[in-house]
């Protein structure tokens, strides 16, 4: 048998481009020997974290070359200190991409397919490596070669820090704080929408986006046996999506973004609303091995083939530094006949195996639907960080904060939103083109012990035809330099009053949101509740006022009206806000005041052949309330369920309206003080922000000293005055600008 060392193709070759310009050259055996393999080195030296790339041409055929139970490539690397790593190989064909008329993209292929083999590590100094194949001939070396790693400036890969458990570093110990939005697919334009999003993104400090390579339907999709390209499919990859992987993560990475990348989403195996299961190469009517979509999560031979993507992934992109992490599943939680426990058990099983196969150790995560998630599977070990996915708040800082803090306390362990928005259907965001919604899910994230601002999920048809991604660059200017593994920052309580005691007390109103809702019996949402409101605003268990109000007909035993004792200092209103009515049968809302009738509306159904969820009923509805004690009761007495999106009581706060959001450790701190009024649901409804005046913060946990407080213009990114303060008893006092309608943020630094 002859071995071959492998050539190199070129010094200086770029990391992940390249899969694109690599040509082989053929290393011929000596005479009357078969032939083994020829393979091509991109380089004899790279900087550190730089791919390498080895191109591997094996003589025999196989039928599905991605599968490693016919062939196995591997690449066994020894580093410089004596480690050993064991790196897959994978199947490859090259594209050349140009744009058709109409801008779409066009890919036509490029070279010769063929196996590859990438590698890229931190530390300096020669590596030797041998390429070892299995298959039916049996296990073999078919190629060797070495090369040099040489320092660069380049961070690394993205962990979870060793100094702050909330929170990643770098490789290096740089502080990563993911600063971005999803930007999962793309249109008909491809790569060329990422050259189009990317820059923008990355010029205004973003630094982490999110793909998806669900089947199907999707440019990036692996297994869609729709795509262009033989034997597309169940265990048979894509390769036009593939390459444009390759180029979005490589483009990334001139960016400094880096991606999570969702391996798969509920649609896969859902059979109702936005599903792909009657597609899907699971299914066993597509010949896959799965008689309905739950049989996914225990099915020997689906987790066999998953493995194999998995293997896949790891093979054509562990390599990059552009890659934050692997996400199993978009929202499995929406996943049909969704069990727990089986769940659980799956993600346990497929995150060890992807954690033995991943040399570079990313960073492991999932996701769910509803925004408390699941326990049983966020709270597994085998799990890096956590995530939260939230649509149709009002108030986005308020859930935001209240779902961060208490996750961070439940879990220990990074977290951020991986999605959110005004609605999960995009209707509002045509009335949000300042970006309200998305200025305040970035600012309450970051000052809520979050590992990254909460991601904005309307990235094609919002963020770039308003041009929004200036709201990126205040966010990414404040906290350029913040170190937060080393700061490691805990909530600070906070107090305000008033600055000047001749100060005009106006009754600011409140907003009380639902946060969740379930849809099976016995479930304490699904209940009467009563919630008593108090004059500073808060509201006594709030987490059991569901967002689905359910009526006498269809669900019975699910009828929850919702009860609100209050006390008015003065007249003023109460309002209920409806964000869609049940397409089957309607609703009918009801308000009662200290139990007589106050307003009826029916939402008839229209429509009884369309079963979808009507909004034509979707607007503010209200009663009025004299001052004092009173009762008022929120009631749906028709057939079936409305959505309650918030109730507002008018001139019921007695306290200064503001959000105080911040973090301390005792030596420094960051806060962000926002008016309540200040959210892009009032700026829809036309409700300019009450301006609150001049307010004092106090700040606890402070040790004994003179701080600096910078405040800064949260619209420009940019300090707007520096001030000195003293910090007496672990408390430090800020002032708040006169007449605030929005919000400002500041920065403490111990001075002496």
């Known amino acids: 048998m002859t071995i071959h060392r492998c050539r190199r193709a070129g010094a200086g070759a770029a990391a992940l481009a390249i899969a694109a310009a690599c040509s082989l050259i053929v290393v011929n055996p000596a005479r009357g020997q078969s032939p083994e393999a020829a393979c091509t080195q991109s380089a004899d030296s790279v900087g550190q974290y730089d791919v390498l790339e080895i191109a591997v041409a094996l003589p025999a055929v196989y039928d599905n070359p991605f599968d490693p139970a016919q062939i196995d490539l591997t690449g066994v690397f020894t580093t410089p200190s004596g480690r050993t790593l064991q790196v897959p190989g994978f199947w490859y064909q090259g594209y050349e991409r140009s744009r058709a008329e109409g801008g779409a993209e066009e890919l036509r292929s490029a070279g010769p397919p063929g196996f590859r083999v990438r590698f890229a590590w931190g530390e300096t100094g020669r590596y030797r490596y041998e390429i070892v194949a299995q298959d039916a001939q049996g296990r073999r070396r078919v190629g060797s070669g070495e090369f040099e790693v040489t320092p660069s400036a380049r961070k690394g890969y993205v962990r979870r ?48 986006i999110r793909l998806w390579l669900v089947n199907e339907w999707n440019k990036l999709g692996l297994e869609n046996r729709a795509a262009a390209g033989p034997g597309n499919g169940l265990g048979r990859y894509c390769q036009e999506a593939s390459w444009r992987v390759d180029y979005i993560l490589a483009q990334a990475d001139r960016l400094g973004i880096r991606a999570m990348i969702c391996i798969d989403s509920f649609n896969s195996l859902a059979d109702s609303g936005y599903a792909m299961w009657q597609q899907s190469p699971y299914n066993v009517a597509n010949g896959g091995p799965c008689q309905r979509p739950a049989d996914f999560f225990t099915n020997d031979d689906a987790k066999r083939l998953f493995k194999q993507r998995l293997r896949y992934l790891v093979a054509r992109w562990g390599a990059s530094t552009a890659v934050l992490s692997w996400e199993f599943w978009n929202e499995v939680d929406l996943t049909d006949g969704y069990d727990s426990e089986a769940v659980a058990k799956w993600h346990r099983e497929m995150a060890d195996y992807l954690r033995s196969i991943d040399p570079w150790k990313h960073l492991i995560t999932t996701s769910y639907g509803g925004t408390e998630g699941d326990p049983a599977v966020d709270g597994l070990p085998e799990l890096d960080y956590v995530q939260s996915h939230n649509y149709g708040s009002r108030d986005v800082a308020d859930i935001i904060s209240r779902v961060s803090r208490a996750k961070a306390e439940a879990y220990g362990r990074p977290h951020y939103f991986g999605e959110f928005g005004t609605d999960w259907e995009g209707r509002n965001n ?9 200025h305040n899910g970035l600012w309450s994230a970051m000052l809520s012990q979050c590992a990254g601002t909460a991601m904005l999920w ?136 200290d139990g007589r009738p106050a307003l009826t509306v029916d939402f008839a159904d229209t429509a009884p052949d369309d ?142």
């Open 161 to 208: 820090s060793a100094r702050a458990p909330l929170y990643f570093e770098f490789d290096s110990g740089e502080p990563y704080f993911a600063i971005g939005e999803n930007m999962c697919w793309p249109g008909a334009g491809g790569t060329y929408d990422y050259d189009l999003w990317m820059p923008k993104l990355a010029a205004n400090g973003g630094n982490y």
């Open 611 to 752: 079963t979808e969820t009507m909004h034509q009923y979707d607007r503010v509805y209200g009663i009025e309330v004299p001052a004092g004690s009173h009762e008022i009761v929120v009631e749906d007495t028709g057939n079936d369920w409305f959505v309650l999106d918030s109730v507002r009581l008018t001139s019921y706060l007695t306290t200064p309206n503001l959000r105080v959001l911040a973090l301390s450790n005792g030596r420094r701190g960051l806060v962000w003080v926002q008016n309540k009024e200040h959210t892009w649901a009032l700026h829809r409804d036309g409700v300019s922000p009450t301006p609150v005046p001049a307010c004092w913060v106090d700040l606890s946990g402070f040790d004994p000293g003179v701080y600096e407080v910078e405040r800064w213009d949260t619209s420009t990114g940019r300090p707007a005055d520096v001030t000195r303060v003293e910090a007496t008893g672990g408390v430090l006092s800020i002032e708040t600008p006169e007449g605030l309608t929005t919000d400002t943020a500041y920065k403490i630094r111990r001075a002496r």
């Open 458 to 593: 309307w990235w094609d048809n919002y963020v770039e035809p308003f041009d929004l991604y200036r709201q990126f660059a205040p966010v990414a200017a404040f906290a350029a330099d913040v170190d937060w593994p080393r700061d490691n920052y805990q909530p600070a309580d906070s107090k305000v009053r008033l600055a000047r005691e001749d100060a005009p007390r106006l009754c600011a109103p409140v907003v009380v949101e639902p946060q969740r809702e379930e849809w099976q019996d016995g479930s304490p949402l699904n209940r009467p509740h009563t919630f008593r409101v108090g004059n500073d605003g808060s509201v006594a268990d709030q987490g059991w006022l569901s967002r689905i109000l359910h009526g006498r007909v269809n669900h019975p035993a699910w009828h929850n009206p919702a009860t609100f004792s209050v006390d008015y200092p003065q007249a003023g209103r109460f309002e209920v806000t409806v964000g869609g009515v049940s397409g089957y049968g309607g609703a009918a809302l009801s308000i009662s005041l």
């Open 430 to 438: 045509g009335s949000d083109r300042e970006g309200i919604h998305l």
